[in-house]
């Protein structure tokens, strides 16, 4: 903190360090080489052709956007009431129960996903997509109340109170008021969603057994074997599906009303 | 609210109930049913000696060890970032927070394979070294531990940047201004003032931190040696390799107990609300 010197040159350091892994993966995936170097001495889209000639990697393109769109789908809705009852509602240790929700993001991967594994291989369940979903709606739904709490404060209690002494119902109120109001919220919260499902490793290592190979389990399992460059080509994908829901969520919070500016970071 | 239409509280029930079938179940099913098979005489035997075993006491320290090392690597450069960031506006602050949440938002398995393509016996950064004449022999940067605190690091520095960054920007400027005005010099007034302001920022995010490391399995099953196991490392060995179920739960138990102490202490000294830098 001595000077104004220093702290500038380790920011940019540091910046670079924090970007560059990214960065990297995503030349090395256009690179025309069957091994990694960087630079790449040539550059072509073999390694994408590959992902996505490969019938496997498609398969497992397929089940993790399935996946994906289940837990999005469920943790949303029930993250939004959840968001809702604890913002609006009068009752007694909202802390403690949005710490209790909070826990499947403390609780280690490892041992969430044995429990469900131990539960879906008695019930024959291992490997199928809705429980795979189901169960990554469970990690996804913190992220859901979290986003969505910060969006669900800035809805004026006032415009609830008119519409309610005006005679709409609940459902009403929640359907033409705060749900108009909250969407960019909702809409960030849910893009999240997708997100955490789709780039999970470990509970879908568990459960996809040999028939639902999400894509993040597909490349842990190969580089087990090697770190082939079509790896670099499929990291390079989920990166761009997260900078698709980085500029997507940008883009949607430019929408709020200024009053509403900053949810979840 | 409007007495009409009665409290909103039940909407919380929907949610109550996915967490319950689908996370509270299964975990009490899980140790119920595995730990329940022989008398209780047994089992508590059984689990002093899972957890007295060689290789549970060896994973348990380095676990603790990493966990510890993970913290203070990223606080120590975590610090200046999130600093730098709650000083900064504009199209700085954009830069930075922008290089901050893209890697947060990565897949960790994805950070991870970034990691091995730099550090491994042939990987990009051996290349540079060897290409600029440093070293004659590739460095040993991957398979040992400090290619797990590498790895561990960088996956976790977001959510120390982002805890701390949270507790720093309600710190009031003026305050260091007004030290500066009563004659404090930079680092005086940095380590009177501003960083005891700072530290419940430092106190949240070493214990998420650490929370996070001590249950940490993919970045060390990947980036670590043959002798660097880690609890998380040995309970999924356990039910992948041996099948020891038991011993699968026993450790399974030790670390959930471990991971709620933290985060009930987690919970007493920190806004829940804030967790993994929501709401900045």
Partial sequence: MNGRGFLP??????????????????????SGQGYLRFPPESLSLRWFA?????????????????????????????????AYALVRSDM?????????????IIIPHVITAIAMYFLAARFGLVGNVVWIGLCHAVVALPVVVLILLSAMQAVDLNLERAALSLGASRARVLLRVVIPIALPGILSA????????????????????????????????????????????????????????????GAVRRLRAPSMAGGAA | MSQRMGDPALMILPAFALLGALFVVPLVWFFIGVLSEESPGDMIERGVAVLSSRAAVTALITTNWIALL??????????????????????????????????????VIVRTYSWMVLLGRNGLINQALRAAGLTDAPLPLLYNKFGILIGMSYVLMPYMILTLYAAMRGIDPSLIRAAHGLGASRAYAFWKVYFPLSLHGVVSGSLIVF????????????????SDVMIAMLIERAVEITLDW???????????????????????????????GAAT
């Avoid at chain 2, 739960?249 to 993994?276: E, P, Q």
Wanted: positive net charge; glycine residues 6%; contains cysteine.
């Fill in chain 2, 246 to 276: 038991p011993s699968a739960a026993f450790m399974s138990l030790l670390l959930l107990a471990a991971t709620l102490l933290l985060y009930a202490i987690y919970y007493k000294v920190t806004d829940v609300r804030r967790m993994m």
């Fill in chain 2, 70 to 107: 993970v913290t203070g690597v990223t606080l120590l450069a975590g610090y200046p970032i999130a600093y730098y960031l709650a000083m900064s506006t504009g199209w700085r602050f954009a830069v930075v927070l922008f290089c901050i949440i893209v890697p947060y938002f990565t897949s």
């Fill in chain 1, 92 to 104: 007694r240790a909202k802390k403690m129960m949005l710490s209790f929700m909070l826990l499947p």
């Fill in chain 1, 190 to 249: 849910a893009l999240f969603a997708f997100l955490a499902s789709f780039d999970e490793l470990i509970i879908a290592l568990f459960l996809s057994g040999a028939r639902a190979q999400t894509l993040p389990v597909r490349i842990w399992n190969s580089l087990h074997l090697e770190i082939e460059p079509v790896i670099a080509a499929v990291s390079a994908f989920l990166i761009a599906v997260t900078g698709v829901v980085l500029l997507v969520d």
């Fill in chain 1, 50 to 82: 590959a992902f996505f000639g490969d019938g496997r990697w498609r398969q497992s393109l397929w089940s993790s956007t399935m996946i994906a769109l289940i837990a999005c789908a469920i943790s949303t809705v029930l993250g939004f009431f959840a």
């Fill in chain 1, 9 to 30: 040159v380790y920011i940019g350091l540091a910046c670079l360090v924090l970007m560059a892994p990214i960065v990297i993966v995503c030349v090395l995936a256009f």
């Fill in chain 2, 211 to 226: 929370i996070l490391a001590i249950g940490f399995f993919i970045t060390p099953a990947l980036m670590g040696g043959p």
